[in-house]
Nanobody, 115 residues
Framework: VQLQASGGGSVRTGGSLRLSCAASGSTVFYKMGWFRQAPGKQRELVAIEFSDGTTNYADSVKGRFTVSRDNSKSTVDLQMNSLEPEDTAVYYC???????????WGRGTQVTVSS
């Protein structure tokens, strides 16, 4: 499985960005979503959507970010609104294959929010 992410960039506080990720192959994924890692910090969960449509968000992004997946296309997007400087990080696309429960990561895309 290979993950190709797009989107990201630089915005001012209060701006919006959309990240998109496409997974190669016709594979069923249990989890699809996004993590992020800020300089000097550990990688953390941003948002995940499970195969049944259940979502899980970091408290810091609830109400501002929305994760959505398209199982027919094996894609997962992250709509980020009301961005804050604290959202500045490298964002990683993440999927977990169903049954075997194997994790896959994208290369990461930079999001920078300036005040």
């Amino acid at each position: 499985v290979q993950l190709q992410a797009s989107g990201g960039g630089s915005v001012r506080t209060g701006g919006s960005l959309r990240l998109s990720c496409a997974a190669s192959g016709s594979t069923v994924f249990y989890k699809m979503g996004w993590f992020r890692q800020a300089p000097g910090k550990q990688r953390e969960l941003v948002a995940i959507e499970f195969s049944d449509g259940t979502t899980n968000y970091a408290d810091s992004v609830k109400g501002r970010f929305t994760v959505s997946r398209d199982n027919s296309k094996s894609t997962v997007d992250l709509q980020m609104n009301s961005l804050e400087p604290e959202d500045t990080a490298v964002y990683y696309c993440y999927v977990q294959r169903a049954i075997v429960m194997r994790d896959y990561w994208g290369r990461g895309t930079q999001v920078t929010v300036s005040s």
